[in-house]
């Protein structure tokens, strides 16, 4: 079992920046993938970015390409998001999800991952 908690969100105005931050612990985290994803009222939870273990390889939406960077340090157990130039269309629950090793599909789809956190709020004022 992996515990993951998130850490990070809050209020802030359109064009400002956050860092989010998703602590694992439990069982070993290695060779986990990672994604981030996040779901707005009344909306489906969508895929942000995903990466891979070693972190050769990050997965964006095309919606924050540009803007939200992913990154991880594995002796920490712990994953970023870094979210920069906010909008308002970026308000949501983010939630942190981990991906076991040998796991095959898209990283876009939430399917595919096994463990989530319990999210945190983002709020992008106008």
């Known amino acids: 079992q992996v515990q993951l908690v998130e850490s990070g969100g809050g209020l802030v105005q359109a064009g400002g920046s956050l860092r989010l931050s998703c602590a694992a612990s439990?069982?070993?985290?290695?060779?986990?993938?990672m994604g981030w994803f996040r779901q707005a009222p009344g909306k489906e939870r969508e895929f942000v970015a995903a990466?891979?273990?070693?972190?050769?390889?990050?997965y964006n939406v095309d919606s924050v390409k540009g803007r939200f960077t992913i990154s991880r340090d594995n002796a920490q157990n712990t994953v970023y998001l870094q979210m920069n130039s906010l909008k308002p269309e970026d308000t949501a629950v983010y939630y942190c999800?981990?991906?076991?090793?040998?796991?095959?599909?898209?990283?876009?789809?939430?399917?595919?991952?096994?463990?989530w956190g319990q999210g945190t709020q983002v709020t992008v004022s106008s």
């Open positions: 999800a981990a991906r076991r090793p040998g796991v095959g599909g898209s990283y876009y789809y939430r399917g595919s991952y096994d463990y």
């Open positions: 439990g069982r070993t985290f290695s060779g986990y993938a």
């Open positions: 990466i891979t273990w070693s972190g050769g390889r990050t």
